[in-house]
């Protein structure tokens, strides 16, 4: 098991700044005491998630912690593969799935700031398919004769706040109408999606759906580059973000991190079958709301500017009152509570552009402040910046269910109780 005994962890925490370099790419370390953090707390963090892997829970995973820009803990346990005893990396490469969107909500928010488009445009003015779109009477029933007139059209602003009225990609009415496949361009996947009757009015209620991917088209029209030549150029060259991308080139695949399903019957691991255009391909399909790929050092470094108001290492990608804006809850309280499950709504979080954000930290069930913003991925990832404390958090597993053993919540619980300032 590719672990790091807890005497050596505890003395590498205790280490001074100066001491500690940081890898190709990572924010610069320093040292926990001198960033507020505990090192004997922290070594209880790592100790937690390497049982998950010594018990072989999962196959293995990367965590990192950062405040005030320097990290405080990054570690890497477990494999990448377990049948091919191939060691995780502290950059192992991540499908970060649903952490996409707040790349694209940063992409998207950048047009706007230029003045090339505007929140309250509709999307029918670069999409005109979008233009007079027809809702389901009743959802539910999706009966494709049964349907009326949208009372209003969708606008840049509900594609990045879930509110457009569309489904989730992976949804049974998008499902049953072939909506979604990674071999259409986003262009072809767009005009699927307009094919569909709404299922509510845009603007009316919070449904987790494919709004976000659509946002990469708009962004695509309006920019005139593909998508991913969009984000290298604007976010992912100027961030340093060498490691992120719609997909794992030939000369990284080592450093991808497989996928595993947890058995309901007996917990065991078994590797998820591949995509029909595996992660390891390049596909016609850029989804900006779930099709990213990135390493825990390369995350850090995004949230990392956003809590610095847009800016990192003297590279600007947004403007501090865009990211003020970005970060704050948009929906309204009349549609609040909600949830990707909405049996199990979010009691303590609204929605920002693209991210989920604190708004009631009384009502959280674990510690974290009003303000706090991030999201997590259906295989297991998660993240979250606190510009109350300064600090950024991000954990990376791949497993299925992402919820199979907690793992994010006990992290983001510890980390909060390893800060002593």
């Given amino acids: ?9 505890f003395c590498m925490l205790t280490l001074s700044a100066a001491s500690l370099a940081a890898p190709d790419g990572s ?15 922290l070594t209880l963090v790592h100790e937690m998630l390497a049982q998950h892997v ?14 005030h820009g320097k990290v405080v803990y990054l570690e890497s346990m477990g494999w990448n593969q377990i049948e091919e005893d191939n060691s995780m990396l502290e950059n192992s490469l991540f499908q970060i799935r649903s952490m996409s969107k707040p790349i694209t909500a940063a992409a998207a928010m950048q047009l706007v700031e230029q003045g090339k488009m505007k929140l309250d445009d509709p999307v029918s003015k670069y999409i005109p398919s979008f233009a ?8 539910a029933a999706a009966d494709f004769s049964q349907t009326r007139s949208a009372r209003h059209e969708m606008t840049i602003e509900d594609l990045l706040l879930n509110t457009a009225g569309l489904s989730h990609r992976f949804g049974a009415l998008y499902r049953q109408n072939e909506v979604r496949s990674r071999g259409d361009t986003l262009e072809e996947l767009v005009e699927k999606v307009t094919s569909v009757p709404l299922i509510g009015d845009p603007g009316e209620q919070w449904v987790y759906s494919i709004s976000i991917t659509v946002l990469g088209r708009v962004i695509e029209l309006v920019s005139g580059q593909k998508f991913d030549a969009y984000l290298d150029e604007h976010v992912y060259g100027p961030l340093k973000m060498t490691d992120t991308a719609f997909y794992v080139s030939e000369e990284k695949a080592q450093r991808l991190a497989r996928a595993y399903r947890v058995s309901s019957e007996d917990r065991s691991l078994s590797l998820l079958p591949q995509m029909a255009i595996p992660i390891t391909q390049d596909p016609p399909l850029l989804e900006g709301a779930a099709g990213i790929v990135s390493s825990v050092p ?11 108001g847009g800016e990192l290492d003297g590279e600007r990608i947004l403007q501090a009152g865009t990211v003020e804006v970005m970060t704050q809850n948009h929906i309204p309280e009349g549609l609040m509570p909600f949830g990707t499950n909405p049996n199990k709504p979010m009691l303590d979080r609204g929605w920002g552009y693209g991210m989920a954000v604190v708004v009631d930290e009384t009502m959280s069930a674990y510690g974290t402040n009003n303000g706090e913003f991030g999201w997590s991925g259906s295989l297991g990832t998660f993240s979250w910046a606190d510009p109350v404390s300064g600090t950024s958090v991000v954990i990376m597993l791949q497993i299925q269910p992402s ?14 109780q390893s800060m002593i300032d």
């Avoid at 590719?2 to 050596?8: A, C, D, I, S």
């Avoid at 924010?27 to 707390?41: H, I, Q, T, Y």
């Avoid at 999962?58 to 950062?66: D, E, K, M, S």
């Avoid at 007079?132 to 959802?139: A, N, W």
Wanted: glycine share 8%; aromatic share 8%.
């Fill in 1 to 9: 098991m590719n672990t790091k005994p807890t005497l050596l962890l």
């Fill in 27 to 41: 924010l610069e370390r320093g040292s926990p005491e001198d960033l507020g953090f505990s090192a004997p707390r």
């Fill in 54 to 67: 010594e018990d072989g829970r999962v196959a293995g995973l990367v965590a990192g912690v950062a405040r």
């Fill in 132 to 139: 007079e779109m027809q809702v389901f009477l009743d959802p």
């Fill in 298 to 308: 390369d995350y850090l470094r995004f949230l990392q500017a956003l809590l610095n």
């Fill in 403 to 416: 919820d199979a053993y907690n793992i994010a919540s006990k992290f983001k619980a510890m980390v909060h």
